[in-house]
């Protein structure tokens, strides 16, 4: 007969004697180790599963020197964007048997580097999505975190896979389709000094601008939230732009809804582009025109390659590059000197 400990609580040594083991034998079954004979294993599962017991996480923890549990970093969880990562990381790591731990810097990059050493001596792993801080701190932190995986960053410390979108591209894209639909006159209004995407989307108009010399492109202050965007709307009619690249999508929603409280129609008066593609981007009236980024896919990778270094495993593929999609939908459209062309 099988009795509880003083605490109640079925033990190591319960299981041990239901299964006629060692406690080191049954230790070995529960953390996983494969060296243990098949048949004995197996006795050793079905005592525990009869007896319901349950391994002490923290005990656990301490035998093993891992906790089971990763990290991430985000610059503002509010943003639908981080939020997809998240949910992609969480998901993929769960079918591991990891949880996520979750830091959120609420934009002030200052906070990140103590936020990144807190989160890693709780936990096996890191990833760092979109992080602001300098090139120069990044450098100088990244070797203390590892394992970890970047995420719109990259770093020169060996074995950190970077995951980065190619923001520059999908810019341009954006740029290239309100030209096409006869726009000269376009303001980007900027994301957070600080990103690194913000700076990848400005190279790439410089090459836009190159390009397009005949093409008026103002850059305007912006941020990346919805009151950035609506805060925007007296900055960008005085721009004289008809054709609008935001930061993201949210900016860009901002701004419509600024944009309609003003009388000014979208896209008949102004062409509104977004970028990231969030679950929201296709609902919006008018539905917006934007730069798709997988960004589910980002989180799940992210786990495949931190899952690679916690398990030192080769890593064939140390890093991603992804190109978003071009989505054209409703806010987009002919310029008014265009439309009157075709309809006057």
Same mark, same amino acid.
């Given at each position: ?11 190591? #040594? ?53 906790? !089971? ?74 070797? @203390? ?17 970077? %995951? ?7 810019? *341009? ?42 093409? !008026? ?7 990346? !939230? ?14 004289? #732009? ?62 495949? *390659? %931190? ?8 890593? !064939?593929?140390?890093? @991603? ?24």
């Amino acid at each position: 007969m099988v009795r509880k400990s003083a605490t109640g609580r079925i033990g190591i #040594a319960d299981v041990a004697v239901k299964a006629g083991v060692s406690h080191a034998t049954v230790s070995r079954v529960m953390n996983g180790n494969y060296t243990v004979d098949p048949e004995i294993a197996s006795r050793v599962r079905a005592a525990a599963a009869e007896l319901k017991y349950q391994p002490n996480p923290v005990g656990r923890s301490l035998a093993l020197g891992k906790t !089971d549990t990763i990290g991430i970093v985000v610059p503002d969880l509010a943003n639908p964007t981080f939020q997809a990562i998240l949910r992609g990381l969480s998901r993929a790591a769960a079918q591991d048997g990891y949880r996520v731990l979750i830091a959120d810097s609420f934009e002030v990059s200052s906070e990140e580097a103590i936020l990144a050493g807190e989160a890693r001596r709780r936990c096996d792993g890191l990833v760092l999505c979109a992080p602001r801080m300098t090139d120069a701190e990044l450098e100088e932190i990244a070797p @203390s975190l590892h394992p970890l995986v970047l995420i719109n960053r990259t770093t020169a410390t060996t074995g950190v896979p970077s %995951l980065v979108v190619d923001y520059g591209q999908g810019v *341009q894209d954006l740029a290239e389709h309100l030209v096409e639909l006869g726009h000269t006159r376009l303001a980007f209004l900027a994301g957070p000094p600080r990103s690194a995407s913000n700076g990848m989307r400005l190279q790439g108009l410089e090459t836009f601008k190159t390009a397009h010399p005949h093409v !008026d492109v103002t850059m305007l202050e912006g941020g990346s !939230d919805f009151d950035t965007g609506h805060e925007a709307v007296d900055a960008v009619l005085e721009s004289g #732009a008809t054709g609008i690249l935001a930061f993201n999508d949210l900016v860009a929603m901002g701004l419509m809804s600024g944009l309609h409280e003003r009388g000014i129609n979208v896209p008949g008066d102004m062409s509104v582009t977004g970028f990231d593609d969030i679950p929201f981007a296709k609902y919006t009236t008018p539905a917006l025109t934007t730069a798709a980024v997988p960004i589910t896919e980002l989180g799940e990778q992210a786990w495949r *390659q %931190l899952r690679a270094l916690i398990r030192k495993e080769e890593n !064939d593929a140390p890093g @991603s590059r992804y190109q978003p999609r071009l989505e054209v939908r409703s806010s987009s459209g002919p310029a008014r000197a265009a439309r009157t062309a075709v309809h006057g």
